[in-house]
């Protein structure tokens, strides 16, 4: 079986990097995006992983970025995993600390990284995951999405700072999935919007599992997966969310 080809955006590091790992001891033909090279770390020194600058919060590096990949695999891609987020909702208070709220910038940039972006990007390299078979898209979602989990977070949800933010930008990205389903699955195309679970990070020392159990899991779902199969928000085990 010959290796696939597959990009992995927000790659330097957490999730993005575990998948690279994954990738890289499977054999398969690794292109990661990073915002800068020169700060990729281990990454750089991965077998069958190239490198490709692209900074989500400036859409205009997609179009580089593109045309980088499209160099380095002028046969095409198999997989697009879209990784890149901003999961650090912002929330300002007044001064005299009892009135929460939050500034148009902040919203806008967590909707450019989580949202914009990564949508653009897959909607530049359609004609690249056309060239082969598989023809997978994967936006990495949310359980904050689901009108579900919130609910049942309610008391966790009312304390966390400005947690509607980011939660409605993953529900933005599972419509922008969604249309993408809807225009593309009659053409052999997968697209998956996944949550990758609780994962500890930098920024979450109380997750549940660690970005290589994410990564592997996550993997696992997507191979099994094919156009035939019902468009969900899965859950990184395979499970269906409500969403």
């Known amino acids: 079986m010959s290796p696939k080809v597959v990009v992995v955006t927000g790659s330097n590091r957490g999730i993005g990097l575990a998948l690279a790992v994954q990738f890289s001891k499977q054999g398969d033909i690794v292109i990661a995006t990073v915002r800068s090279k020169a700060n ?3 990454l750089a020194s991965l077998p069958n ?31 697009l995993w879209n990784l890149m987020e901003e999961s650090r909702n912002v929330q300002h208070w007044s001064e005299d600390g009892l009135s929460p709220h939050i500034l148009a910038p902040d ?25 082969r078979k598989t023809k997978k898209i994967v936006f990495v979602s ?66 549940a599992i660690s970005s290589e159990e994410s990564a592997k899991k996550m993997l696992d779902t997507v191979d099994a997966l094919s156009a035939k199969d019902e468009f ?12």
């Open 40 to 42: 990729a770390g281990t």
């Open 49 to 79: 992983v190239t490198l490709v600058e692209l900074d989500a919060d400036d859409i205009a590096t997609v179009d580089s970025a593109v045309a980088e990949i499209e160099e380095i695999a002028p046969e095409g891609i198999d997989e």
């Open 107 to 131: 919203m806008q940039r967590i909707f450019l990284v989580n949202v914009t972006t990564p949508t653009y990007l897959a909607s530049k390299l359609l004609p690249q995951l056309e060239k």
């Open 142 to 207: 949310s359980c904050n999405a689901s009108f579900d989990y919130s609910k049942s977070s309610a008391g966790h949800l009312t304390k966390a700072e400005a947690p509607f933010i980011y939660g409605a930008s993953k529900s933005a990205l599972n419509m922008s999935a969604w249309y993408f389903h809807n225009q593309l699955n009659s053409s052999g195309f997968t697209i998956v919007p996944i949550h990758p679970g609780l994962v500890v990070t930098d920024m979450n020392p109380f997750g």
């Open 232 to 243: 969900f928000l899965r859950n990184y085990d395979g499970s269906v969310l409500a969403w």
